[in-house]
């Protein structure tokens, strides 16, 4: 079956535009986090969202980020006003429930001029 | 706060040898995961552990969890050239909340030389 679907796989754009990054996880999968990868940080949890709880944003580095789920599937990460510190890989994971496995899509590249 | 340490972080093997990565954290989880990541690719699940004294072996990988010690074990018999990859750890940062976010360790890169 489909894994977790992530887009674009690449980005490239200018300092101060802002992204929009799509997360399509697999089906039926309850639970879906967004990861960032980076030389400096490694990787690093950024937000969490659960069914129709509320998400977890506590790793969101700046309130330039933010992210929603709609309809409890697909979500989409903002990234206000980039910065060259933003340029990483952005991972999406999905899991069937809140304590299973996570399984993760192939990331989106951004990096910023 | 959960910190996940890994060592070491590079590894060069020769094919036929053995070897073990370590990974330790800081606080008290009973679920830790690792992953194997291959250059420009994504995440695969290697392995879950999930309770002390979890052992499960994949082919020449075979893992552990000691959560009394708050250490597991990534142990490789026989390197093979196709084990070439960055081996990393995670632990569930908040376990028995509402989230289980995975803290990582910083990685192992794994080379082996033929």
């Known amino acids: 079956g489909a894994g977790v679907s992530q887009s674009p796989s690449n980005k490239v754009t200018e300092k101060g535009k802002d992204v929009e990054l799509r997360c399509d996880p697999i089906?039926?999968?309850?639970?879906l986090y967004w990861y960032r990868q980076s030389l400096g940080q490694g990787l690093e949890f950024l937000i969490y969202?659960?069914?129709?709880?509320?998400?977890?944003k506590s790793g969101l580095p700046s309130d330039r980020f933010s992210a929603e789920r709609t309809g409890g599937s697909v979500s989409t990460l903002t990234i206000q006003r980039t910065q060259q510190e933003d340029s990483a890989v952005y991972l999406c994971?999905?899991?069937?429930?809140?304590?299973?496995?996570?399984?993760f899509g192939d990331g989106t590249r951004l990096s910023i001029l | 706060e959960l910190k996940v340490e890994q060592n070491p972080l590079f590894l060069s093997m020769q094919e036929g040898k053995n070897y073990t990565i370590y990974c330790n954290y800081s606080?008290?989880?009973?679920?830790l995961y690792w992953y194997r990541q291959d250059p420009g690719k994504s995440l695969e699940s290697l392995f879950v552990?999930?309770?002390?004294?979890a052992v499960k072996q994949e082919g020449r990988l075979m893992a552990s969890l000691d959560t009394k010690a708050r250490l597991s074990t990534l142990h490789i018999t026989a390197a093979v050239h196709d084990l070439s990859a960055t081996y990393f750890c995670?632990?569930?940062?908040?376990?028995?909340?509402?989230?289980?976010?995975?803290?990582f360790g910083t990685g192992t890169l794994l080379a082996v030389q033929p």
């Open positions: 552990l999930l309770s002390n004294g």
């Open positions: 606080t008290t989880s009973d679920r």
């Open positions: 089906s039926g999968h309850t639970a």
């Open positions: 995670a632990v569930e940062g908040n376990y028995g909340g509402a989230t289980n976010k995975l803290i």
């Open positions: 994971a999905s899991s069937l429930y809140r304590a299973q496995p996570q399984h």
């Open positions: 969202f659960q069914g129709n709880s509320a998400p977890d």
